[in-house]
């Protein structure tokens, strides 16, 4: 880095003092040749008819003072000071470069000390806001989305090592247990393996959301056309005996609704917001399912009967493993992760997802996705303004 900074600043100076040398001996060759042609050129006097013709001393115009210079006396300092012209031109010019290469070499050594463990730090540059100015912000910015990355990495595979560790050790336990009791019986087993196999299954779909989670932040590349009425009406028919199970009534609005992305996804998107919808709700609630269609985009809601929640924590539900109290965290098959699938899959597909709690319990959720109608170069528009 050394070596380039200093080739950089080189080439700078050598650009610099070339011009300040350039100008210099085009000045001091402009002198030269004025004198050159002054003394080569002859004196013509005007005198008027009658007058006597007056006579000239000797080199009149030139060095006739006995402490004046000659031309070509001139000419020969101008030439000898050339050498002097071009040495200070040259250090002038690599001063200059160091000058104006100073903000850079900040911008390299801060960027250089700041790591995955540091990312805190900020370039922070002073002055007028110039192109380095500038570019010192873009990096702040990028530092500032890097750590909250970092950050939010970390936090996320903590949650998920306790996740998965959390069935293991239940695992583990079970199985000491009967293997510690000598008296255990065959329908002791059994109930021990059930209730293996029921961790087991809780593992499997915790599993299946992380790679769902992570197959999902891939923005969509093969834009497919489909009825998001019909893709809502497959994913509530297969969850209506757990619904009639706990009591809970289904509704819909479905209208036509023709969507942009993919069709797998934004299945896996409804699934989860129907799931969540009846899993945390209340024994003899109800859930409401309505699709529209407005202005280039279509729009899918879901609203669901449950606990109350509180206004500010209704954002932290679309990260990862976040459940808000008991009442959330009771269903056995829960780990937190279907908001934030959704919301993955909504950045994928370039859509928005916005929630609020009701006034009464309960959650209201709404995904506004891209039209089927809307060209892809509106969708390029569209997701860079959301």
């Known amino acids: 880095m050394t070596r380039r900074r200093r080739t950089l600043r080189a080439r700078l100076a050598l650009l610099y003092g070339g011009l300040f040398l350039a ?19 002859k004196t013509t006097v005007a005198v008027p008819v009658g007058a006597a013709t ?16 000659g031309v070509g006396v001139l000419v020969g300092l101008s030439l000898a000071t050339l050498p002097f012209l071009i040495a200070g031109s040259l250090w002038l010019g690599w001063w200059m470069a160091g000058r104006v290469l100073r903000p850079l070499w900040t911008i390299v050594a801060t960027a250089n000390d700041i790591s995955a463990r540091n990312l805190h730090e900020r370039l922070a540059l002073e002055g007028p806001y110039d192109e380095f100015r500038q570019l010192g912000e873009t990096l702040d910015d990028l530092f500032a989305r890097l750590e909250a990355s970092f950050e939010l990495q970390r936090h996320f595979v903590a949650n998920a090592s306790h996740e998965l560790r959390t069935p293991l050790t239940a695992e583990r336990t079970l199985l000491q ?10 329908e002791g087993l059994r109930s021990t393996c059930e209730e293996l196999l029921a961790l087991s299954r809780q593992q499997e779909r915790l599993i299946e959301s992380l790679l769902t989670l992570a197959s999902s932040e ?11 009425a019909t893709v809502a009406e497959v994913v509530i028919s297969g969850r209506q005996q757990e619904a009639d199970r706990r009591h809970i009534t289904l509704e819909t609005r479905l209208a036509p609704t023709p969507a942009a992305g993919d069709r797998g996804l934004v299945e896996i998107l409804v699934a989860n917001l129907v799931d969540n919808a009846i899993r945390h709700n209340v024994d003899g609630g109800w859930v409401e399912v309505a699709t529209a269609a407005a202005a280039g985009r279509v729009t899918l809601r879901v609203v669901n009967t449950g606990a109350a929640i509180p206004v500010g924590e209704v954002t932290r539900l679309f990260q ?7 009442a959330r965290t009771a269903a056995a098959d829960g780990h937190g992760l279907g908001l934030a699938i959704v919301s993955a899959i909504a950045a994928a597909n370039r859509a928005t997802v916005s929630g609020s709690p009701r006034p009464g319990g309960g959650l209201a959720i709404e995904v506004s996705l891209l039209g089927a109608a809307a060209p892809p170069a509106s969708r390029a528009v569209e997701a860079s303004a959301t």
């Open 218 to 228: 891939q923005e969509v590349d093969r834009w497919d056309t489909f009825d998001l």
């Open 23 to 41: 100008s210099g001996v085009a000045v001091v060759a402009f002198v030269d040749a004025l004198l050159l042609g002054l003394r080569g050129s």
């Open 54 to 69: 007056p006579t000239l001393p000797p080199g009149a115009g030139f060095s006739s003072h006995p402490h004046g210079v």
């Open 320 to 326: 990862p493993f976040q459940r808000l109290g008991p």
């Open 177 to 186: 247990v009967a293997l510690a009791d000598p008296a255990a019986t065959a």
